[in-house]
């Protein structure tokens, strides 16, 4: 049995026009497969989107694309995997920092168990409007005990931009918690009345 190979021609400038054109042919043979691979293990909208971020990936990775066909099949499908845990374990942090912000003790002086729950449901769907990055930000400081040094380090910026995020994360969730306490929807970022 013979594999096909993607050829090597050697045109263009850099070879550009062949790094197109074996992406081109490696897409076309494998996107139907890997969608289906995904659409297994999620569901179809987040399958599209997984398979979308792998397919960005071998295209940004072009140069470790394998030029047998067979091989480059299976090394995006190890991509596509790939993409699928990492939203796993996205979508897992997500829901565990707004569990750990709905079950966070309240102070005593609270009026009563109605109002800690309503403030509750505030917190968390205010929560859950903030972006992924604004939530990963908050919670390096607020649950995870991070000073501005080691919570820039871990997102791989200085410490100063880390502060520059967490201000403006925190403005981000209080503009969405006076919005539930007044019932307005937050103005977007940069919007000034």
Do not use: K
Request: aromatic share 6%; glycine share 6%.
């Amino acid at each position: 049995m013979t594999q096909a190979r993607l050829g090597r021609t050697g045109r263009g400038v850099n070879g550009n026009e062949e790094r197109e054109a074996r992406y081109r042919v490696v897409f076309a043979h494998t996107y139907p497969d890997v969608l289906a691979f995904a659409q297994r293990r999620s569901d179809p909208h987040r399958a599209e989107d997984v398979v979308a971020e792998a397919m960005l990936t071998a295209w940004r990775r072009i140069d470790d694309l394998p030029y047998d066909l067979g091989e480059a099949r299976a090394w995006i499908f190890g991509i596509a995997r790939n993409c699928l845990l990492n939203d796993d374990r996205s979508r897992r942090r997500q829901n565990a920092v707004a569990v750990r912000i709905a079950a966070a003790p309240r102070p005593a002086d609270e009026p009563d168990a109605a109002d800690r729950a309503a403030d509750r449901v505030d917190l968390s769907a205010a929560w859950a409007d903030l972006s992924e990055s604004e939530q990963e930000t908050l919670a390096l400081t607020a649950l995870d005990g991070l000073d501005s040094t080691q919570a820039g380090a871990v997102l791989g910026i200085t410490a100063t931009a880390y502060r520059l995020r967490l201000s403006r994360a925190r403005r981000a969730l209080r503009r969405r918690l006076e919005g539930a306490a007044t019932g307005d929807a937050p103005e977007p970022e940069g919007v000034r009345s």
